[in-house]
């Protein structure tokens, strides 16, 4: 399992390889359009994201190797693109590694902390709280 270092590295050399912020964008819309489907039962309220202007769903699944996966979505195309980043930095790791990863730091490293709004930073901000928050909640059980 690659560290979440090495997950952001790789963010970081695909926004480098992406011009002006305009491009990043597509970039990130792009990625928010692979990301799977959630069913209707997983869109509810246990599994929103509060402090969100747009509608975010996220989905925490403990792993048998003790291990967290994300699947998240939103009804904005950005926001989706933002959920597929985040998922792609914290799916996948232990408790410890997650609540150890310094997310505004990466974002600031991958340039996001100045190119969003201050709704979609505060959002993003409450997708990181709500992973950490499970993250806790795994490492206590």
Not at 8 to 33: A, H, M, P, S
Request: charged share 25%.
């Amino acid at each position: 399992m690659a560290a979440i270092q090495d997950a952001l590295t790789e963010l970081q050399d695909e926004f480098e390889l992406l011009g002006d912020w305009e491009e990043r964008y597509r970039y990130v819309i792009e990625l928010g359009k692979d990301l799977a489907p959630l069913s209707d039962a997983e869109r509810s309220e246990a599994n929103k994201v509060r402090g969100c202007a747009s509608q975010v769903w996220l989905v925490t699944e403990p792993q048998a190797d003790g291990t967290l996966a994300f699947r998240g979505d939103s009804d904005a195309h950005i926001v989706r693109g933002l959920i597929a980043i985040v998922l792609r930095l914290y799916s996948g790791h232990s408790p410890t590694e997650i609540l150890a990863f310094d997310a505004k730091a990466a974002f600031e490293a991958l340039g996001l902390a100045g190119a969003l709004s201050s709704q979609r930073s505060n959002g993003l901000a409450s997708m990181v709280a709500r992973i950490r928050r499970d993250a806790e909640l795994a490492q206590a059980a």
